[in-house]
C-alpha cells in the first residue's frame, strides 16, 4: 500500500467521461443486484413451480437452499474473475460477469418447471444460481476497481459511492417492479406465469448495459501497467500467499466487511425478515415500508462517500459499526412497538415457559436448510419462534417430553395435535395472528427502518474506496474482492439463518440480534486497531 498522497485535488466537477464511467459501472452493478434480488424476494412462486414433487414447505426450503449456494459461491467467483482482472484488465472482466449474471436471470424466466421437465428443472434452476453467485463474485469487485482508477485524487469516496447505492437499488427496483407487476396483473394471473416477467425482463436490462459498457476504455491505472509489462501473472498467489499482502486481506475481512456485511443484511434484509416474519406484518406492506425507508436513505451513500474524502473512510466506517451496536436492540424493539402493538402487549402480560429435557433442545443452526431438528424440545421451540412469541426455559427429568406453559394451561409438544393446540393457547392469551392493518404507525416504523438504512450508508458507502486503497495496484482486482465476497456472502449472506438459530435457542425474538452486535463490535475493534486510513494513498503509483 502506498503512503504518498495522489496528488492536488482537481478543482471542478466531472468530466463527461467519468460521468460515464461512473453511471456504466453503476448501471451494470444495479442490474446484477436486481438479478440477485428478484430471486429471494420470488421464493414462493419458483418452490410452486420447480419442486412441485415435495411438500410446500420442503419444497420452500429446497428454493431457500438454492438461493444461499448463489451467496456460498461468490467467494470462488472473487477468485476466478478477481485473478482475470488483474490478468487481462478490468474492463472485459467484468463485462463478461454481467453477461452470465443477466444470461443466468433471463433463463430463469423461461425455464420449464418441474411438471415439464421433471428432476432437470430444479437441477438447472441451481446450476443457474449458481452461475449468477460467481458472477456477482467479479462483478463488484471490478466496478469498484475501474471506478477508482478513474477518479482524481481527493474524490475516489465520492466517485465509487455511485456503485454502493448499486446493491440498494437493485433492491428498491426489484421490490417496486414486482409490487407494480403484481398489482397490475392481480394475484392470480401473478402466481401462474406473471412471476417471470420481472426475471425476463432482466434481457433487456443486459442489452442496454452491455452496449454502455462496451464503450468504454480500459481503466488509465491497469493500461498503464500493461503498456509496461507490470501486471501480475500470479495474482492469486501475490495477494493471498505473501504475508504482507494475506494480513492485509485478513484485516480487511475481519476489520471492515464482516462488519459492514451484518450492518447491511441486518438493516435492509432481516429488517424485511423481521417485519413479514416476527411481526406478521403483511408481506406488500412490508415491502412498501422498506421501498420508502430505501428510497429516504439512499442519499446516504453519496453523502457519506463525500464525507469520506474529507475527514476519512475509517471513522465513518467505524461510526456505522458502533451506532448499530448500541442501537439496534431499541430500533428493533420499536419496530414491534410501532408495527404490532398487540404483539408486544402480549409478550410482556402472557409470558412463556417450554419445560424441556436439555439433551432434547438443539441449537437450531440451518446451513443449509434442510437440516432436521425433530425432539420435541425443537418442535415445541421451533413452533413458537415461528409464531413470534418469547418463552423462558426450564429443565426437565431426562426422557421427558417437553411441554408448554402458557399462562395456567400446560400444553404436550409429543402430543399428536400439539401443531393446532399451540396457536389456538397462543391466541387465546392476547397473541395476535398478523400485525392489524389499522394499528401499524407507519410514520414511525418508517422512520426506524429509514435510520437502519442509514447505518447501511454509514458502513457501505466509504468502503469501496477502504478496499481499493488498501491494495496495490497489480493485485488489486483479487485483493479486494475475495475479502469482500466472504464478507458479505458468508457472514451477511447466513444471518438470517443464524439469527433463527438464536432466536430458537434463548426463546427471545430479539436476541438474534447479537449476532451483527456482536460481529460489527469485533470489526469496530480490529477495524479500529490494525486497518489504516487509506483517503490520501496513491493508487496510481503502487
Not at 88 to 105: A, D, P, S
Not at 187 to 200: H, Q, S, T
Request: aromatic residues 14%; glycine residues 10%.
Amino acid at each position: 500500500m502506498a503512503t504518498a498522497a495522489d496528488g492536488a485535488v482537481r478543482s471542478g466537477g466531472m468530466t463527461a467521461e467519468e460521468r460515464k464511467v461512473i453511471f456504466a459501472s453503476s448501471l451494470g452493478t444495479v442490474f446484477e443486484w436486481y438479478d440477485f434480488y428478484i430471486y429471494g424476494t420470488l421464493g414462493a412462486f419458483l418452490a410452486k413451480y420447480f419442486f412441485s414433487n415435495v411438500p410446500p414447505n420442503v419444497a420452500f426450503i429446497f428454493t431457500l437452499l438454492a438461493f444461499a449456494a448463489g451467496f456460498a459461491v461468490r467467494p470462488f467467483g472473487a477468485l476466478i474473475f478477481g485473478r482475470l482482472g488483474d490478468m487481462i484488465g478490468r474492463k472485459y472482466t467484468f463485462l463478461i460477469t454481467m453477461t452470465l449474471m443477466g444470461v443466468g436471470t433471463f433463463f430463469i424466466g423461461l425455464l420449464p418447471g418441474y411438471g415439464s421437465w421433471g428432476i432437470a428443472a430444479p437441477v438447472v434452476l441451481i446450476l443457474l444460481r449458481l452461475i449468477q453467485g460467481l458472477a456477482l463474485g467479479g462483478e463488484y469487485g471490478g466496478a469498484a476497481t475501474y471506478v477508482a482508477e478513474h477518479a482524481p485524487a481527493g474524490k475516489r469516496g465520492y466517485y465509487t459511492s455511485w456503485i454502493q447505492t448499486t446493491a440498494t437499488l437493485g433492491l428498491f427496483l426489484a421490490l417496486l417492479l414486482i409490487l407494480g407487476v403484481r398489482n397490475a396483473m392481480g394475484e392470480g394471473a401473478f402466481g401462474d406465469w406473471g412471476w417471470r416477467i420481472p426475471f425476463l425482463l432482466s434481457g433487456i436490462l443486459l442489452a442496454v448495459s452491455v452496449w454502455i459498457r462496451l464503450s468504454l476504455n480500459e481503466s488509465p491505472i491497469f493500461q498503464k501497467m500493461k503498456e509496461e509489462g507490470k501486471t501480475s501473472k500470479r495474482p492469486l498467489s501475490e495477494a493471498f500467499a505473501e504475508w504482507g499482502n494475506a494480513k492485509i486481506a485478513i484485516f480487511a475481512l475481519l476489520g471492515a466487511t464482516a462488519g459492514e456485511a451484518v450492518v447491511w443484511y441486518g438493516g435492509q434484509f432481516y429488517a424485511l425478515f423481521f417485519l413479514t416474519q416476527t411481526l406478521k406484518v403483511p408481506g406488500a406492506t412490508a415491502q412498501i415500508m422498506i421501498v420508502v425507508a430505501l428510497a429516504l436513505g439512499t442519499p446516504g451513500f453519496i453523502l457519506f462517500g463525500w464525507l469520506s474524502d474529507k475527514i476519512g473512510r475509517k471513522p465513518i466506517i467505524l461510526a456505522g459499526f458502533l451506532l448499530a451496536a448500541l442501537t439496534y436492540f431499541p430500533i428493533f424493539k420499536g419496530i414491534t412497538h410501532f408495527a404490532n402493538p398487540k404483539l408486544e402487549a402480549a409478550l410482556s402480560s402472557a409470558p412463556v415457559t417450554v419445560i424441556a429435557d436439555p439433551s432434547e433442545c438443539s441449537f437450531q443452526f440451518k446451513a443449509t436448510g434442510t437440516e432436521k431438528f425433530t425432539t420435541s424440545c425443537d418442535t415445541a421451540k421451533s413452533a413458537l419462534v415461528n409464531l413470534s412469541v418469547n418463552y423462558q426455559s426450564q429443565d426437565a427429568p431426562k426422557g421427558t417430553p417437553a411441554q408448554v406453559k402458557i399462562g395456567e394451561q400446560t400444553l404436550s409438544a409429543a402430543a399428536p395435535d400439539f401443531a393446532k393446540a399451540l396457536p389456538d393457547a397462543i391466541k387465546k392469551h392476547g397473541y395476535p395472528a398478523s400485525a392489524d392493518p389499522a394499528e401499524i404507525n407507519w410514520p414511525m416504523t418508517v422512520v426506524l427502518l429509514w435510520l437502519l438504512v442509514i447505518y447501511v450508508t454509514l458502513v457501505y458507502a466509504p468502503i469501496a474506496a477502504w478496499l481499493v486503497e488498501l491494495f496495490p495496484s497489480r493485485i488489486r482486482y483479487s485483493g479486494m474482492s475475495l475479502p469482500y465476497h466472504i464478507g458479505n456472502g458468508w457472514f451477511g449472506g447466513f444471518l438470517p439463518a443464524t439469527v433463527f438459530a438464536i432466536v430458537a435457542y434463548t426463546g427471545n425474538i430479539y436476541s438474534g440480534l447479537w449476532y451483527p452486535i456482536v460481529i460489527a463490535v469485533m470489526s469496530l475493534v480490529i477495524g479500529f486497531l490494525f486497518l489504516p486510513e487509506t483517503k490520501d494513498v496513491d493508487i496510481r503509483s503502487n
